[in-house]
Nanobody, 124 residues
């Protein structure tokens, strides 16, 4: 079965960096666009970033543009989220997701598979 497993979360001070990884199995990874979403306590899950199957195109929420970078390694079946200049408002559980389309969507409802999430906490 399809599995997406996130790792790399943790506690970091404001201004610091973290790199999240999401390892995929049970699917043809290069057939899928990949996305990162996050959910803070008491809030709805929101789009963070997405990348096409080839890695040629990336998309970001305005709140993270210029600070976060999404990338992928199809040989390793892994997608990454490099998070720099972290802010306390970035605190959330971060999820990766896969969708089998040419152009990824910002809507969580269109993604086919999800990971279990990894906690990111940014202290002020």
């Amino acid at each position: 079965q399809v599995q997406l497993v996130e790792s790399g979360g943790g506690l970091v001070q404001a201004g610091g960096s973290l790199r999240l990884s999401c390892a995929a199995s049970g699917l043809t990874f290069s057939d899928y666009a990949m996305g990162w979403f996050r959910q803070a306590p008491g809030k709805e899950r929101e789009f963070v970033a997405a990348i096409t199957w080839s890695g040629d195109f990336t998309y970001y929420a305005d709140s993270v543009k210029g600070r976060f970078t999404i990338s992928r390694d199809n040989a390793k079946n892994t997608v990454y989220l490099q998070m720099d200049s972290l802010k306390p408002e970035d605190t959330a559980v971060y999820f990766c997701a896969a969708v089998r389309v040419l152009q990824p969507t910002r809507s969580q409802y269109q993604y086919d598979y999800w990971g279990q999430g990894t906690q990111v906490t940014v202290s002020s």
